[in-house]
């Protein structure tokens, strides 16, 4: 499905909405409905049980979100958690200049596609990519242009060069998408943190800051949970909460936004051994995703060549948005350099003793981070199809159906008695619901014609409809239907849970 539509039926059906859509909305901030809070909470379940259950010396915690301001100042937020922002004079529209200088070399690249496309229906089977790629004249400069751009790009934004940035702007001559305009002003550094003021203290020393990430509120408790847990390294800390970050350019609905909410995970181990624990996470990462029946060329990782300044490798899990591929998760080794930090600002220890070693030392983290409504998107954007399906007289008609894992759908079973007008019949089914939404999320629905009630509980995932009909009030038997292969079979009332049961688990997926 593509994204528009996507996006429409995330509305439609009270998945997500535009925050305080009433004033015309609040851009890139999303409010979640009744599914899909459901979807999210199971999203957030599947991670912490994987993360915290699974895994014996890993635990949990849930920091605030206000943090002494100091922690930004250790953190370097403060300093340097900027994107460049540029301005065209002319549109008022504002855009990151990194983001325009990319966009310049994608479009050098769509060119090379292109030239591929068409040369592979020239050679057709005979048709070798790789070797065309490294023997044509054209496409050789291009890519070198290419390098070369990013290479530029690269080196400025490491130096915090804006003024270069502006050059580079200049040289490419990047016109504005809105107005076609070249009337750029000058690039400068904007910072991504949100502030506000505390309580009756005025000025700098009462300025604090909404969390960016929620990593910090977890170095700074590492020793208070090392301590009341009798944790031995290596062990983690996992969270899940809300971060903030004054994005410049916030597009593509609940891949960027202002306020989300991050799922992370930092794993404490001894110097030396990161690289260990870092290739052991990238792989259990992304063995994670897969649990889900991600197919294989949806998913990616992605090295980063330009390491952030606390970390001595990172890599992104990649998936296969509407848009692209695009980060979903990053897997980063951050050293030591958040504890040292606070210890150094902060004037308190954050060592372990390390009874194997005999010795104490500052821990080295490997972190795992990934954006819940990120994760949110991957799933919709794999789960949502429309195919053709034959309908009640075995014609040929479509249907919208999410595909969901059936542990992370949120409704798990809706029950129909066939007619709404058969007291009989919406007494057996009123009893059946009764009984199980005590078990899991159900639904009951009377209303219009079964096949309009099926079509409701495809377009959001729910994986078992049971029908009430007439048979049942004989023996006990009613018509079980799977979304996914529409197969409908009779099972005894006494069975529906112990078969649902089965299959919505998430036991399934760990
Ligand atoms: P990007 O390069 O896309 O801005 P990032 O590298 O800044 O992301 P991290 O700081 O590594 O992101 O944050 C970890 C995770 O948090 C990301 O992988 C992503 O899933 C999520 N995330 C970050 N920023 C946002 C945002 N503005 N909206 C939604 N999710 C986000």
């Not at 016109?175 to 076609?180: I, T």
């Not at 506000?196 to 208070?224: D, M, S, W």
Request: proline share 3%; with cysteine.
């Amino acid at each position: 499905m593509d994204f528009k539509n996507l996006v429409a039926h995330c509305k439609e059906y009270g998945f997500i909405f535009q925050s305080s859509e009433i004033y015309d909305g609040l851009s890139a901030v999303y409010d979640y409905g009744p599914y899909g809070v459901e979807l999210k909470n199971n999203i957030k379940s599947y991670w912490w049980k994987s993360m915290v259950q699974m895994h014996e010396n890993i635990v949990g915690i849930d920091a605030a979100i206000f943090m002494h301001p100091k922690t930004w100042k250790a953190s370097g937020h403060v300093d340097a958690f900027n994107d460049p922002l540029v301005d065209n004079k002319d549109s008022k529209k504002r855009y990151r200049a990194d983001q325009l200088i990319e966009g310049y070399a994608e479009k050098i690249e769509l060119k090379i596609r292109k030239d591929v496309e068409k040369a592979a229906e020239r050679y057709g089977d005979a048709f070798d990519e790789a070797q065309f790629r490294a023997t044509n004249a054209r496409i050789i400069e291009r890519q070198n242009q290419i390098d070369a751009i990013l290479a530029r790009l690269g080196a400025a934004m490491k130096a915090g060069d804006m003024d270069d940035l502006k050059a580079q702007i200049e040289t490419y001559e990047i016109a504005c998408p809105e107005s076609g305009s070249k009337n750029w002003t000058e690039v400068r550094q904007f910072n991504l943190m949100f502030n506000t003021q505390l309580g009756n203290i005025a000025g700098e020393e009462g300025k604090l800051y909404l969390r960016p990430e929620t990593a910090q509120g977890i170095f700074v408790n590492f020793l208070n949970v090392q301590k009341s847990t009798r944790q031995k390294i290596p062990f983690g800390i996992a969270q899940i909460g809300k971060a903030f970050r004054n994005e410049i350019v916030a597009r593509q609905f609940i891949f960027r936004m202002r306020e989300f909410e991050q799922m992370e995970m930092q794993f404490f181990v001894r110097p030396g051994t990161e690289m260990e624990w870092y290739n052991y996470w990238k792989d259990a990462r992304l063995k994670w995703h897969k649990a889900l029946g991600t197919v294989d060329n949806k998913l990616r990782y992605h090295d980063h060549d330009n390491l952030a300044h606390y970390a001595n490798a990172a890599v992104d899990i990649e998936f296969d948005f509407p848009f692209g591929f695009r980060e979903l998760e990053g897997i980063h080794s951050r050293t030591d350099y958040d504890l040292t930090q606070h210890q150094a600002l902060s004037g308190k220890k954050l060592q372990y003793f390390d009874p194997e070693q005999n010795e104490n030392y500052v821990p080295y983290v490997v972190e795992t981070s990934i954006g819940c409504d990120r994760m949110f998107l991957a799933v919709l954007s794999n789960a949502l199809v429309e195919e053709a399906v034959p309908d009640a007289e075995g014609q040929e008609s479509t249907r919208v159906v999410m595909k969901l894992p059936p542990a992370l759908a949120p409704v798990k079973v809706a029950v129909l008695p066939l007619l709404k007008n058969k007291e009989a019949l919406t007494q057996a089914a009123e009893k059946i619901y009764n009984d199980l939404k005590r078990h899991f999320n159900c639904q009951y629905d009377e209303k219009d014609a079964i096949g309009r009630r099926y079509r409701r509980q495809d377009a959001i995932g729910t994986p078992y409809c049971v029908t009430v009909d007439f048979d049942t009030l004989e023996d006990n038997t009613v018509t079980i239907r799977d979304r996914d292969t529409l197969e409908q079979k009779r099972i005894k009332i006494d069975d529906i849970r112990s078969f649902v049961q089965d299959k919505v688990s998430i036991e399934n997926l760990l």
